[in-house]
């Protein structure tokens, strides 16, 4: 399975509690951590809801 790379570039500050819960629940905490996930469609629909706080690169 393909692996992803998700990397915070934005704040979380001001944004809905669903938002700052797809964060956390993608193990991202502060700005400019980058975790690795599976590319999962769970994980891509998770991402897709939050990308304008977020990059993804394909490993």
């Known amino acids: 399975m393909k692996k992803i790379k998700i990397t915070q ?3 979380a500050i001001d944004k809905p509690l ?3 819960r797809s ?3 993608l193990g991202l ?3 400019h951590q980058t975790v690795e996930h599976e ?3 769970q994980i891509l629909g998770i991402v ?3 990308s304008h706080l977020v990059t993804v690169e394909e490993i």
């Open 29 to 31: 905490r502060k700005m």
């Open 9 to 11: 570039v934005r704040s």
């Open 48 to 50: 897709n809801a939050i």
């Open 23 to 25: 964060l956390e629940a």
């Open 18 to 20: 669903r938002q700052k």
């Open 39 to 41: 590319a999962t469609p």
